[in-house]
């Protein structure tokens, strides 16, 4: 079995593998620090989601004395604390993202230049609408993907903090922290209904953005030859029956160049992994 994690060093083709024989190939993507923001981000954004709601939509008067109800109060109390856990979360993906590997990088990344990065995209677009007969290789997110985290998730959580923080430092006064830093939002949006408004859109952008993400990770563990969900929980990325490798950066390697990078033969665990002519040699 082939160990090596180094993925970019291009060697000799690996030796035809037999008829029928289906391989496994697996490589450490997603370092700790991201999956473990990924899941807490998750769970915030479930409590903002439903809290902001019905904080926009309250409940129905409850009967007996206001004094004998703190409903609304320990709804805006989630809603404040998963927002200060989203916010800190963010702060520390962002830091992870320069500290990080190549891949905690990338949903900061929106590569606007590369012509083949929106080729790549469109075939990808293509994949998702059923127009491909099958999928591309790729070590990190797909184009379409890292397109949508660096808008919705990257673009769309800045977004978030900015306003919601600004319409947070309304009820914690001229004299705190949340306004002395936002308070410029509330005016350049134009009053605090605009902001409050501005701020629902962007919770039902991001709340799309989870309804597709979450369809297109279960499609793609169903449909394609890439793990996805396992992979933001064991952090390592299985290519099922590959045909083809890919690099580090997630693009697909010639046969000329590919690398036997662990390599399990899955029709016979047995078997030892086929040889590169250096190692016939």
């Known amino acids: 079995m082939t160990?090596?994690?180094?993925?970019?060093?291009p060697a000799s083709t690996p030796a035809a593998p037999t008829t029928g024989a289906r391989f496994l190939k697996a490589i450490y993507v997603y370092e700790v620090p991201v999956r473990l923001w990924h899941w807490i981000n998750a769970l915030a954004i479930t409590v903002l989601a439903a809290t902001g709601y019905l904080i926009a939509n309250p409940l129905p008067s409850l009967p007996g004395e206001a004094s004998d109800h703190f409903l609304m109060g320990y709804i805006r109390f989630l809603?404040?604390?998963?927002?200060?856990?989203?916010?800190?979360?963010?702060?520390g993906r962002i830091y992870?993202?320069?500290?990080?590997?190549?891949h905690a990088r990338q949903m900061f990344r929106f590569p606007f230049w590369d012509r083949h990065w929106w080729t790549e995209l469109h075939l990808e677009a293509r994949w998702y609408l059923f127009l491909e007969h099958k999928p591309k290789l790729y070590v990190g997110?797909?184009?379409?993907?890292q397109f949508a985290m660096f808008w919705c998730i990257g673009v769309g959580s800045l977004f978030m903090i900015v306003t919601g923080f600004a319409l947070y430092g309304e009820g914690a006064g001229v004299d705190s922290w949340q306004d002395r830093l936002f308070g410029w939002v509330i005016p350049l949006f134009g009053q605090s209904q605009d902001v409050h408004t501005w701020h629902h859109v962007g919770m039902w952008v991001i709340l799309l953005f989870v309804m597709v993400h979450i369809y297109a990770a279960v499609r793609e563990d169903i449909m394609s030859r890439q793990s996805i969900i396992s992979t933001m929980i064991s952090g390592v990325r299985t290519f099922k029956d590959a045909e083809d490798a890919a690099d580090e950066d997630g693009h697909l390697v010639p046969p000329q160049r590919r690398?036997?990078?662990r390599i399990w033969r899955r029709s016979n665990p047995a078997a030892a992994p086929p040889k590169t002519p250096a190692q016939v040699g």
């Open 3 to 9: 160990t090596s994690d180094d993925t970019r060093r």
């Open 79 to 91: 809603h404040f604390a998963a927002a200060y856990i989203f916010a800190i979360g963010f702060l």
């Open 96 to 102: 992870w993202a320069f500290v990080g590997n190549h």
């Open 141 to 145: 997110h797909n184009p379409l993907a």
């Open 259 to 261: 690398h036997p990078f």
